[in-house]
């Protein structure tokens, strides 16, 4: 299934789609999205002012712009880890049928893993920033009957480790969250390696693969159209 298939598996809700929610629409002239929520850009161009001084401080003094104090206003009510966990809803969407079989086409295997890994960093996006989590600090929910676990290991650099037992696989990742600011525009990304793995009936690998998903950019802070567009380079490899 590809990622197209798997959103069309999502129908909408009272006319919008149940991830975007209203909040974005696709550029049909060059791709990407482009933020439609007048009201959040509004809220969060009056605190930009305060995060440039803060981010121009600690870039004369040398420390990581990750280290800024941020208001509250622009936070969301979640923290990276619960983000984290969100982002492996398409897992059974795109997995399940695969995994059911005893011996899946490596190219199939490889294609949904693909589709997978940029869902992941679609249903990342959002305008209001996730809380930073407490070293040793855990999350754990359910995504289709497959349990989640999530945990933050350090503290600094931030790295978040994840696993996901899905039916006949299993989804593990220890992940460090990088923010890189300019005048008008962000580049998010989750750097570390996604492990997937698919079991036989038996309990035995049968494929691993790994894969390095891209990050996301979002344009126009400051002024002009807000838009997101998924940039850097994504590998994988199969054994």
């Known amino acids: 299934m590809d990622v197209k298939n798997a959103w069309d598996h999502r129908k909408l809700i009272n006319g919008e789609h149940p991830i975007w929610k209203g909040e974005w629409k696709i550029d049909e002239k060059v791709g990407g999205l482009i933020f439609v929520n007048e009201k959040k850009i509004a809220d969060q161009k009056g605190v930009l002012k305060f995060i440039l001084g803060q981010i121009s401080k600690n870039i004369l003094s040398g420390k990581s712009i990750t280290n800024i104090s941020l208001p509250v206003d622009i936070f969301s009510t979640k923290s990276i880890l619960e983000v984290l966990a969100e982002c492996l809803a398409y897992a059974p969407i795109l997995f399940d049928k695969l995994a ?7 190219v199939d295997l490889v294609k949904a893993v693909t589709a997978f890994g940029i869902t992941m960093s679609v249903l990342y996006l959002d305008m209001e920033k996730p809380f930073n989590p407490v070293l040793g600090e855990t999350f754990q929910c359910f995504i289709q009957g497959c349990p989640v676990y999530a945990e933050q290991i350090f503290h600094h650099p931030p790295i978040s480790a994840f696993m996901m037992y899905g039916k006949r696989y299993r989804i593990t990742a220890q992940l460090e969250s990088k923010v890189d600011l300019g005048m008008n ?14 079991f036989n009936s038996k309990g035995k690998i049968t494929n691993t693969i790994y894969f390095c998903g891209p990050g996301g950019e979002v344009s126009g802070l400051a002024y002009g159209d807000r838009k997101f567009n998924i940039v850097g380079k994504c590998i994988f490899l199969l054994i």
């Open 100 to 106: 059911s079989q005893e011996n899946p086409n490596s």
């Open 185 to 198: 525009s962000g580049c998010g990304s989750n750097e570390g390696v996604t492990r997937v793995e698919f």
